[in-house]
């Protein structure tokens, strides 16, 4: 691992399945052996991602209502009038464009600062802050310093929507309850700034790369602008296709909390695990030829992009519905959409994790 440190790796797409939904692969113990460090080390709680039941189960369960099926249908034409927006300032501008400026990088931003009620002035902000807390060559202390000014600012939009009730994700989760009471201030602040973050650079370099994906094989772009029925199944095998990692050997840590039998090997008690959810979208047992890239596959919804078992994305659908749209809306408004560069010739920008788009020049 990038400290050091020895881990197992798990590939294949059956054995990272299991490590994901078996208990016995703790998120809790890999924070105890220090094999992962939260944003939430701000605060004295984990963040969900790093709690297993049964507290993991009381949070998802307040956070899962607010991302029901039926809610992000229902965001969807707020999400189509955001792209229509974008789309529509780029196309009068005119060629050349940056379709990574212009659509992949502020869409989900503003659909995220949209959700969660963040109000329009302060939308900069946020994308500023969201940027420096990955940006490359950021130091240590100006990421925590970048991070520090988003919690506070998200602790008093919490206190704004606990006084002012908007309907919004944000408001959402300040009422959920259960038998337990409320969300605390900690929860709900690490939530939602765990969803921007989420919600923004991933979902960003996920449509950005997916966007060049299509460009680039004209043979796969020329199914999705010929039938728009065929959108939902390109953008499953984007997910499935395209990592935003900057190593492919990245994954999902998990630490054993007991020795496991995984794959007819015996992973001590203790050990830390890295699930690699990206090389198992290409495991020959699980998808045919894996290499290609083939919008009208029928198996790439069996993609683990978004996590399995517990963990999984709470936020998979809504990416899915921007990505959609951004790929349903921007083909026929732009009929005549080419690279303006060799895709070769596309530069990226590397954080910690993720390999984005540093820009993605387009002509028509």
């Known amino acids: 691992m990038r400290d050091g440190r020895e881990a197992w790796l798990v590939t294949g797409m059956a054995e990272v399945r299991t490590v994901l939904a078996d208990p016995r692969f703790s998120r809790v113990e890999a924070r105890r052996l220090g094999a992962v460090m939260s944003p939430a080390v701000i605060f004295t709680k984990p963040g969900i991602l790093d709690m297993d039941p049964p507290d993991h189960t009381r949070l998802r369960r307040l956070v899962a209502g607010e991302f029901s099926a039926r809610r992000m249908r229902g965001l969807r034409p707020r999400i189509q009038r955001i792209a229509d927006e974008l789309i529509g300032a780029m196309k009068a501008a005119g060629p050349p464009a940056d379709l990574a400026e212009g659509l992949s990088y502020p869409l989900p931003i503003a659909v995220i600062c949209e959700i969660l009620g963040v109000p329009y002035a302060d939308r900069e902000r946020f994308r500023a802050w969201a940027d420096r807390v990955s940006a490359p060559g950021t130091q240590p202390q100006e990421a925590m310093a970048a991070l520090r000014s988003l919690f506070d600012y998200m602790g008093e939009l919490v206190d704004d929507k606990r006084a002012h009730p908007d309907g919004s994700l944000l408001h959402g989760l300040v009422a959920a309850r259960d038998e337990q009471g409320r969300l605390d201030n900690e929860e709900l602040v690490t939530l939602g700034c765990g969803l921007l973050l989420a919600g ?25 602008r010929r039938d728009p029925r065929a959108v939902p199944a390109a953008v499953s095998e984007v997910l ?63 993609h683990l992009t978004f996590g399995h078992g517990m963990h999984r994305c709470v936020g998979a659908q809504l990416a899915q519905i921007e990505l959609e749209v951004a790929f349903a809306a921007l083909f026929p408004a732009i009929p005549g959409l080419r690279l303006a560069v060799p895709a070769d010739e596309i530069t990226y920008t590397h954080t910690g994790l993720i390999r984005g788009l540093r820009s993605l020049p387009i002509l028509w």
């Open 200 to 224: 923004y650079e991933t979902t960003a370099t996920m449509l950005g790369k997916g966007l060049l994906a299509l460009l680039d094989n004209p043979d796969q772009l020329a199914v999705v």
């Open 240 to 302: 499935r296709h395209v990592t935003p990692g900057v190593d492919p050997h990245n994954g999902l840590i998990r630490a054993t909390t007991a020795d496991v039998d995984l794959g007819g090997t015996t992973i001590p008690a203790h050990s830390v695990v890295v699930a690699c959810n990206t090389a198992a979208n290409f495991d020959p047992a699980a998808f045919r030829d894996p290499d290609r890239f083939d919008v009208t596959r029928e198996d790439a919804t069996a």
